[in-house]
């Protein structure tokens, strides 16, 4: 069936620096790619989304990447900060259908 | 405020028990999904209403069942509760039918069960 896969599980970061965290998708028909940041207790936020006839979006130290080939996308956090600490889940939807397949998340800690 | 409402915030309620969570979606937005998140797990996708009707379903237990109203907001109905059915209940709402522009989620109702 559809599976997202996400990695890594936490990620621990010194502020300044860059963080990565990567997703598989299985479904190729797989169409639009959002990305969610979860803060403890809190409802998720969209941060940022790609579609499959975009490579790469940017918005500020937020990027995006997906390689369609390789059913990978992927988030890059530049110049991390304390407040960038919280969980972060990739999603998929296929086109087609109305839910998201969501990964299991990356807990991100920034330290200070 | 992401402008999906849900009620109640928190919720406690003993094995056995009856609930009902209530959504009502952003102004313009027709599709409300459910979402099941346990402790520290990933988001679990419940159902989704369009405009009334079951769009899809997912790992949904029979003993939970939902419905869209006219006025377009969504009742989840949780019942004879057990232990594992703790967790933070997130509805979401959407313009169309599908979800490619984005969910927007409402700020969960935490349901502990005791």
């Known amino acids: 069936g559809e599976n997202v896969e996400q990695h890594p599980s936490t990620l621990s970061v010194q502020e300044g620096d860059s963080a990565v965290i990567k997703c598989t998708y299985s479904d190729s028909a797989s169409n639009y790619f959002p990305w969610y940041k979860q803060e403890l207790g809190k409802r998720p936020q969209l941060i940022i989304d790609i579609r499959s006839n975009v490579g790469e979006k940017k918005d500020q130290r937020i990027a995006v990447t997906l390689n369609k080939t390789a059913k990978h996308f992927s988030l890059h956090i530049t110049e991390t900060q304390p407040e960038d600490s919280a969980v972060y889940f990739c999603?998929?939807?296929?086109?087609?259908?109305?839910?998201?397949?969501f990964g299991t998340g990356t807990r991100l800690k920034v330290l200070a | 405020d992401s402008g999906v409402t849900q009620t109640p915030k928190h919720l406690i309620t003993a094995t056995g028990q009856r609930v009902t969570l209530r959504c009502s979606p952003r102004s313009g937005d027709l599709s409300v999904y459910w979402y099941q998140q346990s402790l520290d797990q990933g988001l679990q996708f419940l159902i989704q209403y369009y405009n009334g009707e079951e769009r899809a379903k997912g790992n949904i237990l029979e003993r939970f069942s939902a419905q869209q109203f006219p006025d377009l907001h969504s009742e989840l109905n949780l019942s004879s509760l057990e232990l594992g059915d703790s967790a933070l209940y997130f509805c979401?709402?959407?313009?169309?039918?599908?979800?490619?522009?984005?969910?927007?989620f409402g700020s969960g109702t935490r349901l502990t069960v005791v």
């Open positions: 999603a998929a939807l296929s086109s087609g259908t109305y839910k998201y397949i």
């Open positions: 979401a709402s959407s313009e169309g039918q599908g979800a490619s522009y984005g969910y927007t």
